[in-house]
């Protein structure tokens, strides 16, 4: 299952890097940010350095459900107590 799984991920990546000739980190931040992770909701800053780039996610929703669901699952484990 994982290797299928990475192998569907290098042929998407494939696919993207393809379609994107250029490779600035500029570019890698556009595609991986603001055009597949911000209209899933995830929100970042972004801080140029003289040699790079760094993110620092502010909103995850992958972070945000785990929290629901552990919320959720100590909910029932004390529903299951009483």
């Known amino acids: 299952?994982?290797?299928a799984v990475a192998?569907?991920?290098r042929e998407l990546w494939a696919g993207l890097a393809a379609r994107e000739p250029d490779n600035r980190q500029?570019?890698?931040v556009d595609l991986l940010w603001n055009?597949?992770?911000?209209?899933?909701?995830f929100e970042?800053?972004?801080e140029r350095k003289p040699d790079d780039i760094q993110l620092h996610c502010t909103r995850?929703?992958?972070n945000e459900l785990a929290q629901e669901l552990d919320a959720l699952a100590?909910?029932?484990r004390?529903?299951?107590t009483y």
């Open 1 to 3: 299952m994982l290797e």
């Open 35 to 41: 055009r597949l992770c911000t209209p899933l909701g």
């Open 44 to 46: 970042f800053t972004m």
């Open 78 to 80: 004390w529903q299951a």
């Open 26 to 28: 500029e570019t890698l």
């Open 7 to 9: 192998r569907q991920t």
């Open 74 to 76: 100590h909910v029932r």
């Open 60 to 62: 995850c929703p992958i």
